[in-house]
């Protein structure tokens, strides 16, 4: 439960960063690319509410709903997800820290849990653990690390009528990333749109899971995922991350990011 | 009385702001079959039957939070001439408090709880909310906030540029529930009528908790005076009474992530303690610490605990009390199947221990099925060794909704 609790936070997490991926269209230097996407300008702050759609190889299907509030600090982002559904996830609550990347400091990350009415640190190392129980991973949601691999440009595809830029990326060793988990990824950027659309992520040469934005609305100003899909090829099953409600700019008070917010919860 | 028209008041109050209150709410049912293990006489255990419904009105700034929880045991329907009524069936508004936010402060009063310190199990500094052991927090291990009593508390923080500071008023009076003489977890020596209360000993209790996150680190500091969890037996012109014992104590808390892991401890020193000696209540003192270690990787979580207490009486001779847990538990979310193991340590003069495995599997969405066993060990007169024939085989059917 506890690690049920501590995913859901992230989860939100990945609808948030994975369609964050700004690319400028001229660059084509796929560190460049990336480095735009992980500073794409998301306005100032972001209110969301998220459904979590997770339909396992056997047909069970569990969702969860939950509130995401998502504020820049400078450099640093913060971000709180609070979990409204279903009744035994509801009033679960993490808090999130996110430095840049030149800093070379791990997230920060909080986890209120109900039953204890306390909040517990989460240790951050390792993210290749299932957010959640879903597909998606805790290195999934994060905020984009663009050191973790090395970067082909390997030119351009079209998928659904759009042209994406395919970048191929791999850990310098060939050996899997120990905080991905990942050892091989194929990145689509749409650099207009500046997105990543798909991304297919392999480990020791096996091909284990696939994004797909599903889902792409413009709301005020922002391309914004509303709708992206994790497929698990070795277990079977997919999930689905929806955003279902989005607002950008709304003055959110940095007082709610903090342990205080995890458990009044978000209205 | 008073307590009543307060609660009624705070109702008013939210209830008059409310321009368009939002409301939402959830519970849980759940029935849990109980089983002897091994050939330890005694009575059929039985059913365990319990509800919860918890609901918060959300107004802006205003937010009213309730709980209410009935428990019913058939175990001790037939059982009246050995333990008393309060075994069989209750029912209680766990939860009744108003909260109102500004953008530096919270104010919260009503009937609550509130959890101080990083412990699990073990109460370093957690010193608001006594617990109910009258099933020995049995059903609780995974839900410790049951286990707590809420009281009447008026809890005001305040949110800092660098430092979060909460200060703590509770003037109702509530003590360590102790299962009754006659029932399974009723502690050695437990008397079949307990003595009158000493009046003279209530007062209010006060605390303040100082917070601030610094260089990764998630740092608490903690003051308390007033009275002791637990009722102690003394004598009062020749009459023996229950009493709370005054205590004070500072303390602090850290948590911090090392690598793979979070380590995280709480320290206090109760500089005035009562303890419970077999001439009365002794006036004395005792320093606690607690390190703990948890990691979560791949679904599993570990949680590893180890406390002290060293007391500083010279009366008795148990000066230094030992503790430590062992907690296990992995997630197989493609199962809908959850296991854990707890292995809980005392040690005094002698060593004692519980074990508790679990297994749960969602069936359906929102209704889960459990399976619980746990064992005692050790000798009669320690912790968990007074237990030893109490060992036993929960299956619990569970459903979880939303209102």
Redesign the interface.
């Known amino acids: ?4 609790l ?1 995913s859901a936070a992230l989860t939100l997490l990945s609808l948030t960063m994975l369609p964050a991926f700004a690319v400028s269209e001229k660059s084509i230097k796929p560190e460049v690319l990336l480095e735009q996407v992980r500073d794409r300008d998301d306005g100032d702050d972001r209110r969301s509410r998220m459904i979590l759609e997770q339909t ?2 056997d047909g ?4 969860r709903e939950l509130l995401m509030l998502e504020k820049k600090f400078g450099a640093e982002r913060k971000a709180v997800l609070y979990f ?5 996830t ?2 679960t609550g993490i808090l999130m820290f996110s430095y840049e990347e030149a800093s070379g ?2 997230d ?1 990350q909080w986890l209120y849990l ?5 909040s ?7 993210k ?3 957010f959640l ?2 597909d998606f991973s805790f290195a999934d949601i994060e905020r984009l690390r663009v050191d973790d691999y090395l970067y082909e440009d390997q030119g351009t595809v079209e998928i659904n009528g759009r042209t994406l830029h395919k970048i191929a990326a791999h850990t310098a060793n060939g050996l899997e990333n120990p905080r991905t988990g990942y050892s091989q990824r194929e990145i689509f950027v749409d650099a207009e749109r500046q997105l990543i659309m798909r991304d297919e992520f392999y480990r020791e040469g096996r091909h284990i899971k696939t994004f797909e934005v599903t889902g792409l609305k413009e709301i005020e100003g922002y391309w914004t995922v509303t709708e992206a899909v994790m497929t698990n090829h070795v ?1 079977g ?1 997919f999930t689905r991350l929806l955003r279902k409600e989005t607002t950008y700019n709304v003055g959110i ?1 940095e ?1 709610l990011f ?1 342990e ?1 917010t995890l458990r ?2 978000i ?1 | 009385m008073v307590r009543i028209q307060l609660l009624l008041a705070l109702l008013l109050v939210n209830g008059a702001a409310l321009a368009a209150p939002s409301f939402s709410g959830k519970g849980h049912a759940e029935i849990r079959q109980q089983e002897r293990a091994g050939n330890e006489a005694g009575d059929d255990l039985g059913q365990r039957y319990e509800g919860l419904l918890e609901g918060q009105i959300n107004n802006g700034r205003l937010k009213t939070n309730a709980i209410l929880m009935g428990r019913y045991r058939s175990q001790y329907d037939d059982a009246e001439d050995k333990v008393r009524d309060e075994m069989r069936s209750d029912a209680e508004l766990r939860e009744l408090y108003l909260t109102w936010s500004a953008d530096r402060f919270e104010v919260r009063a009503g009937k609550q709880q509130q959890a101080w310190g990083r412990a699990d199990y073990f109460r370093i500094v957690d010193v608001w909310n006594p617990l109910d052991l009258r099933e020995f927090l049995l059903p609780y291990f995974d839900n410790y906030s049951l286990g707590r009593q809420p009281r009447g508390m008026l809890i005001t923080d305040y949110f800092g540029d660098t430092w979060e500071q909460q200060l703590i008023i509770a003037a109702q009076r509530k003590t360590t529930r102790l299962a009754p003489a006659g029932s399974d977890f009723a502690a050695n020596g437990m008397p079949a009528t307990l003595p009158a209360v000493n009046e003279e000993g209530s007062g209010v209790d006060i605390g303040w908790r100082g917070k601030i996150f610094w260089s990764g680190n998630d740092i608490e500091l903690y003051a308390f005076h007033g009275y002791h969890a637990d009722e102690m037996l003394t004598f009062e012109n020749a009459q023996l009474v229950r009493e709370q014992p005054e205590r004070d104590m500072v303390g602090t808390s850290l948590a911090r992530p090392m690598g793979d892991w979070v380590l995280r401890t709480d320290a206090a020193h109760y500089w005035r303690e009562g303890r419970q000696t077999a001439s009365g209540i002794e006036d004395s003192s005792r320093t606690s610490a607690l390190l703990g270690f948890d990691r979560v990787e791949n679904e599993w979580t570990w949680n590893l605990q180890l406390a002290t207490t060293h007391w500083y009486d010279e009366e008795s001779n148990h000066d230094d009390v030992w503790e430590s847990s062992v907690s296990v538990e992995k997630n197989w979310s493609r199962y809908r199947l959850t296991t854990g193991l707890l292995w809980l340590v005392n040690w005094v003069d002698d060593s004692s221990q519980l074990w508790r495995a679990t297994v749960n599997y969602e069936f359906l969405p929102q209704w889960k099925v459990g399976f619980a066993a746990v064992a005692f060990d050790g000798k009669d007169d320690t912790q968990f060794g007074q237990f030893d024939n109490q060992d036993r085989l929960m299956l619990t059917l569970r459903r979880d909704f939303s209102l």
């Open positions: 439960m506890k690690l049920l501590k396992m190889s069970f299907v569990r969702e409204t559904a279903p009744a035994d509801a009033g400091k791990d920060d109900p039953a204890l009415r306390q517990r640190r989460i240790a951050t190392n390792s290749e653990g299932p129980g879903t277990e099953g008070a007082r903090n205080r009044s919860g209205q």
